[in-house]
């Protein structure tokens, strides 16, 4: 699309709102959205400044502010998990799925592991066939247990 005021290609799209169904559009190229922009800019109102609360919330030991923390991401102190405890949780669960840190499988023993997680489910099987009275099962449960544990 063409810049209305000139021939070269527009980048830009402004829309003018007048009232409720009343506007206009504008299609410039970059020097014309910047000559439109400062030609309009002193004929509008100024608008309020709203002042976002996470601006002013900081924390009183370290005095490290939550936009700092967005700005850098890093923590003044260990307080400060506690001052932004609310803002936080969403962030943490975004990033790593949780809140809970499981850490990771080194890659040397993987199967070491496996065989951790094998034993906690058995355990937990002979748990509940212990209270089912399933006595068979849980021997069978019980003699699978040994067997990893020897190994």
Do not use: W
């Not at 993987?110 to 209270?131: F, G, V, Y």
Request: aromatic share 6%; with cysteine; charged share 30%.
């Amino acid at each position: 699309m063409k810049c209305q005021q000139c021939a070269k290609t527009s980048t830009m799209q402004i829309t003018e709102i007048h009232g409720d169904n009343d506007f206009e559009e504008f299609h410039l190229c970059d020097d014309c959205a910047q000559k439109y922009l400062y030609a309009v800019a002193p004929k509008k109102k100024k608008i309020p400044e709203i002042v976002d609360p996470l601006t002013e919330k900081h924390c009183d030991q370290c005095g490290t502010k939550f936009i700092d923390f967005r700005n850098s991401g890093r923590l003044g102190c260990p307080h400060d998990y506690d001052v932004f405890l609310t803002e936080l949780i969403p962030l943490l669960e975004n990033i790593h799925g949780g809140l809970r840190h499981t850490g990771k499988t080194p890659r040397s023993r993987p199967t070491q592991k496996l065989r951790q997680q094998e034993m906690a489910r058995l355990r937990e099987d002979l748990q509940t066939a212990i209270h089912a009275e399933a006595y068979e099962d849980a021997a069978r449960l019980r003699d699978r247990l040994r067997e990893l544990e020897g190994d």
